[in-house]
């Protein structure tokens, strides 16, 4: 039952963050691209010719802050599997990793948190 609830909120999450994306001018190109051994990307969007690989984080609490969620070893297969997309679509263009922070009252995009 957690586990599922767990789930439904990360959803939940995601599609908010989407929609904040789009509403700021981003393409959604992919969602929950699965790099076989190094690990998923939560949304792939593309702005202004940048390819911006995205990985949500979010918390039901305004008192913690998720981005603390994303460890050195996520980061590390995160850019892994951002390198393995560009590589297995054939494609040579600007990226960046950038981190979505999803709270019950806010939604702040970081970009190139790999800085």
């Known amino acids: 039952m957690y ?3 767990f789930k439904q909120f990360g959803n939940e999450s995601e599609e908010r963050a989407i929609g904040f994306l789009e509403e700021s001018g981003f393409a959604i190109v992919e969602r ?3 790099a076989k051994k190094l ?16 990985e949500v ?7 913690y802050e998720p981005i603390y969620n994303i460890t050195p070893t ?11 997309y560009l ?25 190139n948190i790999t800085l």
Request: proline fraction near 2%; aromatic fraction near 8%.
């Open 57 to 63: 984080k979010s918390s039901a609490s305004e008192s």
């Open 74 to 84: 996520k980061l590390r297969r995160i850019i892994n599997s951002a390198h393995y």
């Open 87 to 111: 590589k297995s679509k054939k494609l040579n263009k600007a990226f960046c990793i950038d981190a979505m922070v999803v709270t019950p009252n806010n939604m702040e995009l970081i970009e």
């Open 3 to 5: 586990n599922n609830r």
């Open 39 to 54: 690990g998923e990307i939560d949304i792939i969007a593309q702005k202004e010719g940048v390819l911006h690989f995205i």
């Open 32 to 34: 929950n691209f699965y």
